[in-house]
């Protein structure tokens, strides 16, 4: 049950997804790029600048409200949703660690829809080991030069500015770059299994100079902590963003089964069907009671919250393939043609379980956590 | 800010309680090396930074994040006591 201010934000949040964008958004698979339009749309509702401060033009959300948004923004479309969050990891990143000059230039446009800016971590050879990064710096007066290249980059087509990690001698450095810095090269990616609304990119930088003032933080063996932040957001608003596609393919599912019928009598009188209606039913509530631990703990900001936030972003992921997988075939035919959102759930929810780390780097993570942090054994070790 | 009542020790115990929950009940002494333990993920960090700034009331400002300003009991507390001071001015 949503306290009341929070149903009020649901409400507001998904009447201007609907009137707004939901139209628009029925096309972008088959476009396979976010057009500027719908940013534009999205940053005149202020809704980009969730996790931006006020000082920033931003609207400076809660935890709670954050998953309302990333979750109705997901039952439209995952790539609407997967916008925001990685101009949130990005904006959380900024805001933290960059240059005053950097934050005050780019987040109030960020906010706005008027600026595109990626987070370009992963790499061709090293996809998941962040800290082996390869794309290298070289000290160049008073900044650097940076070679190497970074794959599969959301929104990489179209950013004006990419987020990067960045190795320097045996540490690695986060950094800021715009788009237009001599030597950068953006190659799309197409035909991906989901979130096609992406315009993922290859992107290459060839000796391009990078000012000392564009360094978020200092170097750090490990990964940086800019990223680390980044990634952070990144989980707990793809979490969100997973728990919303569960739940609208279940929506979906519930509908289909009312007004469809099979042996004559509607499919939801049929008790397989309602097998596969109660699975998605208490998955779809365990993850979004997981997802509220995790806003919760964020609220209050301690410690534990990065590892609730890593549960929540494994166990909604893992719903919104299980809820997905069954709303197709309840759907049968139809769940495997466009003309319903099911084949989109089903495609975009196998991508939530790899992006921001697949669920086997938190499966070691989570394990790890809770391990360090149990009594039980303790003794023996 | 509660933290200028605070004294090295004080931080000392308090961050040595928070690191030793998180690492198996392990007992650090105030110089050994965190990091070179291998007993944590890399998002412990974040923890780390979150747990200083809510528990001392500071902002840890990003050029002082660094490996080294973070990887001892004696160079956190260190960190924090600049902090304390710098802000009570």
Known sequence: MLAPSLSTFRDEVRAFVSESLARRAASLDAEQTMPREVIQTLGRSGYLGAVIGRRFGGQARTPRELGVLHEELARVHGSLENFLTVTSMCAVAIQRFADPAVATEWLPRMARGEAIVAFAVTEPARESNVPDVQTLLQPDGDGWRVTGEKQWISFGQIADAFLVLGRLNEQTLAFFIRRDTPGLEAHPIRDMLGLRGNALARIRFNNCRVPRGNALGRSFSGTAPAILFGFDEGRFATAWGSLGLAQGALDLAVEHARTHYASGSRLCDHQLVQQMLAEMIVTVKAARLICEDAADARQAVIPEMVGATLIAKYAASRAARLASDRAVQILGARGCHEETPASRFFRDARIMEIIEGTSQVHEIQIALDYINQSTVGASNS | ?89
């Not at chain 2, 961050?15 to 998180?22: A, E, I, N």
């Not at chain 2, 809510?54 to 490996?67: R, S």
């Open chain 2, 1 to 89: 800010m509660s933290m200028s009542v605070k004294n090295v020790d004080q931080i000392k115990a308090t961050v040595r309680q928070f690191l030793q929950r998180s690492f198996h009940g392990k007992t650090l002494t105030d110089e050994q090396n965190i990091f070179d333990l291998g007993l944590v993920h890399s998002l412990f960090l974040i923890q780390m930074i979150l747990f200083l700034e809510k528990e001392f009331g500071v902002v840890l400002e990003p050029q002082q994040l660094d490996t080294s300003a973070l990887s001892s009991i004696e160079r956190i507390a260190s960190l924090v006591c600049e902090h304390a001071v710098s802000e009570a001015v």
